[in-house]
């Protein structure tokens, strides 16, 4: 049978033994340089209708159809990317490439892991990539350029793209992503006020649009294209297993300028057309992920290891502390850190609430924000918040970073360990401002790559702990580096701010937050803070959640290591403000080498056990470490080794 317009439904419904030589035939014919445009557009979009009706049904269930995988063994994939390459001044011919590329990401979601490989290999060997990347720079339809922005995200999520990329190729793909975003919505709108451009808002939105709503709504859709950019740069980074420190200290290497072209992503203001964006916090969040120390390593902790486990630890905090050190040498840094947490500083709840609102009538959203859409803007918030505090923290491991840039900092440390209301006082109040900054204040990131989401056997993959621990993570480190330079006394006396100091920090905001007895109160806080996240830890392991525990328990271990350092670095005048720090630090390293056992993180088990038994052996009487948990974790040390075959 010749495949035909009249008789399209066929590759569907007819017989199995006939399906297969209908294909053929039907690849053959969407081949040839003269098929007739609605030929193709009647095929294309048919076969887009069906797969779009059943993507969710068949990512359920995890496989394609019979249909589908006969369309695959025919050669469909190369097929697609052919025919949707050649635009043209015709309607029925743009419909159709557009609907060629769409049946990718169907393809793409639907599929089995060994599916989604067989897939991969196909669109590798026929320049998927290069297909998406020229879409989005040159096609003139957005349509075009939205449906290739999609098809490259979800392939980064669900294949094996992102593994597959050297360091080089992913810092170009990175540095790509943020153009695209960066470019902002101005080539869309203008797009759509053309009458010949106006037919694709029947794709967009469903319905045909006058020029002066469309041009409007392109914003919009903009908006939600720069979030498929800042998804696919995180999904090249947030995978699993995540990428070595070597390989992110190459891609970094490679195009240092990364840095810069996030931070101006995570810079750019709430656009009114879309005021739930993800843009700017996802940008930041891309930045600590490129800095993080790897999720189980604490820097300031002195492990005493031996041969090829001290080699291997040691490795990786020298090669992040590399990374920091690229990203400590960009211009204007720290200014960029203070600009990202200013934006939102002041921003009132309000006025954000009534930009939500308002974007179906000013902007003709298809689909309005959810009712709890305030909710997901608080949380974003509070992404970009952690993740510049975490970033914070990170930098002041690199000695390269200056003295200004230090007392620059300290002030947005300083405010991230106020104190907020608790969950109990906010739902007493009932205030809605106070519930979202509640919601904004107690996010946390736990990532789980995008494509295990659905798998247990998945963990997470970034971490950065809530702002009630690391806000006092990145201002004690801060005042530890200023201590170790001498400046944290000095300061009391300074009448000027040192030459290079960020505008945003006043003499006296400086004086008080170096003050001792701010900083006793800092410090007494903190102790205090490392507790609670403990217990955080102990109430996940109640529900079987060891990986998520472990990722718990290290924070809280960070911060009271943290504490310790500074105790040692300000010759012990604040150890009375810190009792208490090393005990919760040796609970907290034991509790994570128990974690670490249950997961069968024998590295991490040996690592956690030893450093456990060394600060309890440092110990002063009054530390209050007692002999029942000296000899606990004298036992897992003794486990661990022998796991390990250590002597």
């Known amino acids: 049978m010749e495949p035909t317009i009249e008789n399209v439904d066929f590759m569907f419904n007819g017989p199995p033994s006939l399906v297969r030589p209908f294909v ?50 025919c050669g469909i994939i190369e097929t697609l990317l052919h025919y949707t390459q050649h635009e043209s001044s015709t309607q029925d011919r743009d419909l159709a490439g557009y609907h060629a590329l769409d049946c990718i990401q169907h393809f793409i979601l639907a599929g089995s892991t060994a599916e989604r490989c067989q897939l991969f290999e196909q669109l590798m060997a026929h320049n998927f990539l290069g297909v998406c990347i020229d879409k989005i720079d040159n096609s003139p339809l957005i349509v075009h350029r939205g449906a290739a922005a999609n098809c490259l995200r979800f392939c980064i999520n669900h294949c094996p793209l992102a593994k597959s990329l050297s360091a080089a190729r992913t810092a170009e793909a990175l540095e790509k992503f943020c153009q695209w975003t960066i470019l902002g919505s101005d080539r869309d ?17 469903g319905q045909l649009m006058l020029p002066r709503y469309a041009t409007k709504y392109a914003r919009r859709i903009s908006g939600m294209k720069a979030e498929h950019y800042m998804f696919g740069s995180h999904a090249l980074l947030c995978r699993s297993p995540p990428p070595s420190r070597e390989f992110i200290l190459d891609v970094v290497t490679h195009r240092p300028n990364i840095f810069d072209l996030f931070f101006e992503c995570g810079l750019t203001p709430r656009p009114p057309w879309y005021p739930e964006t993800d843009v700017d916090s996802a940008a930041i969040e891309i930045l600590a992920l490129l800095m993080q120390f790897p999720l189980t390593t604490i820097p300031c902790l002195d492990i005493p290891l031996e041969g090829n486990h001290k080699d291997e630890y040691k490795s990786d905090v020298d090669t992040s502390i590399k ?86 900092l300290a002030r947005i440390a300083y405010l991230a360990c106020q104190k907020v209301k608790s969950q109990e006082e906010v739902m007493i109040s009932a205030d809605p401002d106070d519930i979202c900054v509640w919601q904004e204040r107690n996010q946390e990131i736990l990532r789980v790559p995008l494509a295990g989401t659905d798998r247990e056997d998945v963990d997470e993959v970034a971490l950065i702990p809530r702002e009630a621990t690391i806000g006092p993570i990145a201002l004690i480190r801060v005042l530890t580096c200023l201590a170790e330079r001498g400046l944290l006394d000095q300061s009391q006396s300074w009448t000027q701010l040192p030459e290079g100091t960020s505008p945003s920090v006043t003499l006296a905001n400086l004086k008080q937050i170096t003050s001792p007895p701010i900083i006793k ?112 974790n004298g036992r897992r040390l003794a486990e661990a080794k022998r796991v390990l075959n250590v002597s």
């Open 24 to 73: 053929t035939k039907l690849l053959v014919k969407l081949h040839k340089p003269n098929v007739p445009d609605v030929f193709a557009l009647c095929y294309f979009r048919h076969m887009k209708v069906n797969w779009e009706h059943d993507t969710y049904r068949l990512h359920q269930r995890g496989g394609w159809t019979r249909v589908q995988q006969i369309f695959v063994d």
């Open 189 to 205: 709108a203008e797009e759509l006020q053309r009458p010949d451009k106006i037919w694709q808002t029947q794709l967009l939105s």
């Open 323 to 408: 990374i920091i050190q690229v990203f400590v040498s960009r211009p204007n840094w720290a200014q960029r850190l203070i600009d990202v947490w200013s934006k939102y500083e002041h921003e009132e709840i309000a006025i954000v609430e009534r930009l939500l609102s308002r974007v179906s009538q000013d902007w003709y959203a298809a689909a309005p924000p959810e009712d709890d859409a305030i909710v997901e803007v608080m949380e974003r918030r509070g992404t970009i918040r952690i993740a510049t505090l975490r970033i914070i923290a990170n930098a002041t491991y690199a000695n390269e970073i200056k003295d200004s840039d230090l007392l620059s």
């Open 521 to 632: 109160k800092i410090l007494t806080i903190a102790v205090k803070r490392a507790s609670a996240y403990r217990e955080i830890g102990r109430q996940r392991v109640q529900s079987n959640a060891y990986h998520r525990a472990l990722l718990a328990y290290v924070p809280a271990a960070e911060l009271s290591c943290c504490l310790l350092e500074f105790d040692r670095v300000t010759g012990r005048k604040y150890s009375r403000e810190i009792r208490g720090a090393r005990k919760e630090l040796v609970l907290c390293l034991g509790n994570a080498a128990e974690m670490s056992r249950r997961k069968d993180r024998k590295e991490d088990f040996l690592r956690f056990a030893v450093a456990a038994n060394q600060y309890a052996k440092d110990a002063l009487p009054e530390e209050g470490i007692t002999g029942d948990l000296i000899v606990k």
